[in-house]
């Protein structure tokens, strides 16, 4: 257990809707990372957050956005959704100082039908 | 773009055999992390490497890094049945407190009898 936790673990909805994905990380860590990994695209990072502020931005899609809370706890949005946003979507959390290893939730299964 | 290759990308070993994993990045990077991912679960840090010449072990696993050919390397000593998983390695690209990990797209290990 790498204390970062993730909810819901499933998620099935339709295409064209809109999901909350929710993640707390571990006590302590500032920042907190979402992950896609899917078949065709493999594991890919979408956005960091630090203490509150956007960071840094993979390849995230303008139909997704992100927040972290003056908790820590970050949500991923995800919104107009197609047969092709079904994943396994992460989040990590990290330490503010190095060496910077990223600590997985258990991740959110989304199945768009 | 930043680029990352493994390869294998399969491997089929026998218990108590060696064998490396090899992990190419086509941008400098000083900071490269590899990761175990067993079927239908998350991801468990294994190794940080963050400079040239750094090499770690844990078991049976040792990771390096030569940021100079680009290169990271996973060896795996006298593998047994536990080892069997897939395993990534990651380049990050963040620089400060901002951390951007490209993926390779994994090496699964399946150790046999």
């Known amino acids: 257990d790498s204390g970062v936790t993730q909810t819901p673990k499933h998620l099935i909805t339709a295409t064209g809707q809109r999901v909350t994905l929710r993640c707390s990380p571990r006590?302590?860590?500032?920042?907190v990372y979402w992950y896609q990994q899917s078949l065709d695209q493999g594991l890919q990072f979408l956005i960091q957050?630090?203490?509150?502020?956007?960071?840094a931005k993979g390849n995230i899609l303008e139909r997704f956005s992100a927040q972290q809370f003056p908790d820590l706890h970050s949500e991923l949005n995800l919104s107009s959704l197609e047969l092709g946003d079904s994943a396994l979507y992460f989040c990590?959390?990290?330490?503010?100082?190095?060496?910077?290893?990223?600590?997985f939730g258990p991740g959110t299964r989304l199945t768009v039908t | 773009e930043l680029k990352v290759e493994q390869n294998p990308l399969f491997l089929s070993m026998q218990e108590g055999k060696n064998y490396t994993i090899y992990c190419n990045y086509s941008t400098t990077s000083d900071r490269l992390y590899w990761y175990r991912q067993d079927p239908g679960k998350s991801l468990e840090s294994l190794f940080v490497?963050?400079?040239?010449?750094a090499v770690k072990q844990e078991g049976r696993l040792m990771a390096s890094l030569d940021t100079k050919a680009r290169l990271s390397t996973l060896h795996i000593t006298a593998a047994v049945h536990d080892l069997s998983a897939t395993y990534f390695c990651a380049v990050d690209m963040g620089t400060g407190t901002a951390s951007k990990l490209t993926f390779g797209t994994g090496t699964r290990l399946q150790v046999t009898l």
């Open positions: 490497l963050l400079s040239n010449g």
């Open positions: 957050y630090y203490n509150g502020e956007e960071r």
């Open positions: 006590s302590g860590d500032l920042s």
């Open positions: 990590a959390s990290s330490v503010s100082q190095g060496p910077w290893e990223q600590y």
